[in-house]
């Protein structure tokens, strides 16, 4: 008896999330988006120390992981709080609570920003 098999990533709903901001998917982003998953989870924010320390196995640069949250931030993923903090988007959290995608407009976007279906 066979049974199919899952080759589904369990950060698929990552990728769908970085694809509808029209990102690629790479480890750093997949790793800080996780991280920034868990500390909502605790509800809290987290600063670019915190990532980093964080991610002390992959031997990155504070200043590498500081572009990759710049990135994000600029696309809405996460927003920057006053304290300098980051959390994930209203938007991006509300796709990753389902983890699917939104279909159409995402609510709050201009036409021209919607994400296409």
Request: hydrophobic fraction near 45%; aromatic fraction near 4%.
């Amino acid at each position: 008896m066979y049974r199919a098999f899952d080759c589904r990533s369990s950060n698929e709903h990552i990728h769908e999330l970085l694809q509808r901001y029209g990102l690629r998917s790479s480890l750093l982003r997949l790793k800080i988006i996780a991280i920034l998953q868990s500390a909502v989870a605790q509800g809290r924010s987290i600063s670019v120390r915190d990532v980093h320390e964080k991610l002390h196995a992959l031997e990155l640069t504070v200043i590498s992981i500081r572009e990759a949250l710049k990135r994000l931030s600029a696309v809405g993923v996460i927003v920057v709080n006053p304290d300098r903090t980051y959390s994930l988007a209203a938007k991006a959290l509300l796709m990753l609570g389902t983890g699917r995608q939104p279909q159409g407009r995402v609510a709050g976007l201009a036409e021209a920003d919607a994400f296409p279906t």
